[in-house]
Nanobody
Framework: QVLLVESGGGSVQAGGSLRLSCAPS????????AGWFRQAPGKEREFVAA????????DYAEFAKGRFTISRDNAKNTVYLQMNSLKPEDTALYSC????????????????????WGQGTQVSVSS
């Protein structure tokens, strides 16, 4: 079973930065798009950012624009999320996801686009 493994989470103070990474746990696989989602306790999962693998086109949630940057390394089959100017409300479990089917029925901001998910990495931001 192919899974994604996230790393880079941790605890930071408000205004700090973290860089999350996500890579396949097993053999590399073709990816049409990769995304980051987050879920805070008691809240629904929400979209953070996505990147289309071939073109590099990115998409961001409003709260992420100007603070977060998603990028990918084709050679390493790895996707990154650089998070700057972190706020306490950014505290959540961050999970990455990959679309390996490329059906493009849903937008890259919709979790239904993705068929492979990671377990998540915790990000905690203190004030």
């Amino acid at each position: 079973q192919v899974l994604l493994v996230e790393s880079g989470g941790g605890s930071v103070q408000a205004g700090g930065s973290l860089r999350l990474s996500c890579a396949p746990s097993g053999r590399p696989f073709g990816t049409y798009a990769a995304g980051w989602f987050r879920q805070a306790p008691g809240k629904e999962r929400e979209f953070v950012a996505a990147v289309k693998w071939r073109t590099g086109t990115t998409d961001y949630a409003e709260f992420a624009k100007g603070r977060f940057t998603i990028s990918r390394d084709n050679a390493k089959n790895t996707v990154y999320l650089q998070m700057n100017s972190l706020k306490p409300e950014d505290t959540a479990l961050y999970s990455c996801a990959a679309d390996t089917r490329g059906t493009r029925v849903y937008s890259t901001s919709d979790g239904r686009s993705y068929d492979v998910w990671g377990q998540g990495t915790q990000v905690s931001v203190s004030s």
